[in-house]
T-cell receptor, first 113, second 116 residues
Framework: DAGVIQSPRHEVTEMGQEVTLRCKPI?????LFWYRQTMMRGLELLIY????????DSGMPEDRFSAKMPNASFSTLKIQPSEPRDSAVYFC???????????FGSGTRLTVV | AQSVTQLGSHVSVSEGALVLLRCNYS??????LFWYVQYPNQGLQLLLK??????LVKGINGFEAEFKKSETSFHLTKPSAHMSDAAEYFC??????????????FGKGTHLIIQP
């Protein structure tokens, strides 16, 4: 089991550019979560999916952020256009529906300059 | 709605001393509670979790936590600190029951410093 896989590990982009973060959950896990970690705000839940369906996106900061889960093995978080205040570490986590073990990926460190 | 308060953004202990990291929660339903550890530039690793079974929960690396409903607390302890315990520790709460998904609500974290 390779765990939750996120790519890229690091991303540096210029303000205004589109950024796409990727996540592959653990096979068999039917819930997927996107979190953002910053020094000021800590770990914030952005959005989560259950069986590939977005359940709650109330944590998405604004319309520049969007997330998709086209199938059970892949999800993306997109920021368009990116801004310096989006700089953070973005974590993806997955969970099996009947077990409360959330497995986190190693994160993507995003820097917007 | 759920929330978590971790008292002390930084805790410093000597190697071999007791580690105590404090966590208080607020939840409108019986909670599930978690402690995670994060080492520099890494993801979050589950230390232990409480899911309404035994109130004293034992986790990895010698850590344990006790759920106290009357105090709405879930403090993390370790009898003897090791240098390798230096990391960021997060307490989290979930209100999930019986299916569905609602995610974890995290505290702000406590940075544990181990003095040699």
């Amino acid at each position: 089991d390779a765990g939750v896989i996120q790519s890229p590990r690091h991303e540096v982009t210029e303000m205004g550019q589109e950024v796409t973060l990727r996540c592959k959950p653990i096979s068999g896990h039917n819930s997927l979560f996107w979190y953002r970690q910053t020094m000021m705000r800590g770990l914030e839940l952005l959005i989560y999916f259950n069986n590939n369906v977005p359940i709650d996106d109330s944590g998405m900061p604004e319309d520049r952020f969007s997330a998709k889960m086209p199938n059970a093995s892949f999800s993306t978080l997109k920021i368009q256009p990116s801004e310096p205040r989006d700089s953070a570490v973005y974590f993806c986590a997955s969970r099996h529906g009947q077990v409360d073990d959330y497995t986190f990926g190693s994160g993507t460190r995003l820097t917007v300059v | 709605a759920q929330s978590v308060t971790q008292l002390g953004s930084h805790v410093s202990v000597s190697e071999g001393a007791l580690v105590l990291l404090r966590c208080n929660y607020s939840s409108s339903v019986p909670p599930y509670l978690f402690w995670y550890v994060q080492y520099p530039n890494q993801g979050l690793q589950l230390l232990l979790k409480y899911t309404s079974a035994a109130t004293l929960v034992k986790g990895i690396n010698g850590f344990e936590a006790e759920f106290k409903k009357s105090e709405t607390s879930f403090h993390l302890t370790k009898p003897s600190a090791h240098m390798s315990d230096a990391a960021e520790y997060f307490c989290a709460v979930s209100a999930r029951r019986g299916g569905g998904a609602d995610g974890l609500t995290f505290g702000k974290g406590t940075h544990l410093i181990i003095q040699p």
